[in-house]
Nanobody
Framework: VQLQASGGGLVQAGDSLRLSCAAS????????MGWFRQVPGKEREFVAG????????SYADSVKGRFTIARDDAKTTVYLQMNSLKREDTAVYYC??????????????????????WGQGTLVTVSS
C-alpha cells in the first residue's frame, strides 16, 4: 500500500493550496481517508476525513469553513483544498487510510491509531 502526498509549498497568509494524495495497492473505495498535520514538538493532529464513498466528512474546528476534503475514487486520490491559509496552518501534512471506521467514529475516525496506512507527508509553510 502506498500513499503519495503532494501539493505542499510556501504561500502567504490568505492564499490557497490544494493537497493531493494518490493511493495504490488498495481498493480505494473501501477506505476512509484522512488528513493530519504535525509541527515539530507536537503530536500529529487530525485535520479532515472522508468516509468511503464520500458520504460523510469531518473537520477539525480550526479548519472548518476554510478546508474541504474530497475524494475521486476513479483516480484513487483524496484532496484537501485549503483556503484562507493562516500562519498556524504551517505543518507537515500527512494523508492516511483506514478500512476500519466503525459507527462509533461516525465513519470518520479522527485519531491516529485508527489509521492503518500513512503517506510520507508534504510541507505547507504559510508566511505572514
Amino acid at each position: 500500500v502506498q500513499l503519495q502526498a503532494s501539493g505542499g509549498g510556501l504561500v502567504q497568509a490568505g492564499d490557497s493550496l490544494r493537497l493531493s494524495c494518490a493511493a495504490s495497492g488498495v481498493t480505494f473505495s473501501d477506505y476512509c481517508m484522512g488528513w493530519f498535520r504535525q509541527v515539530p514538538g507536537k503530536e500529529r493532529e487530525f485535520v479532515a476525513g472522508i468516509s468511503w464513498r464520500g458520504g460523510r466528512t469531518s473537520y477539525a474546528d480550526s479548519v472548518k469553513g476554510r478546508f474541504t476534503i474530497a475524494r475521486d475514487d476513479a483516480k484513487t486520490t483524496v484532496y484537501l483544498q485549503m483556503n484562507s491559509l493562516k500562519r498556524e496552518d504551517t505543518a507537515v501534512y500527512y494523508c492516511a487510510a483506514t478500512s476500519e471506521a466503525p459507527i462509533s467514529t461516525l465513519l470518520v475516525p479522527t485519531t491516529t491509531p485508527w489509521y492503518e496506512y500513512w503517506g510520507q507527508g508534504t510541507l505547507v509553510t504559510v508566511s505572514s
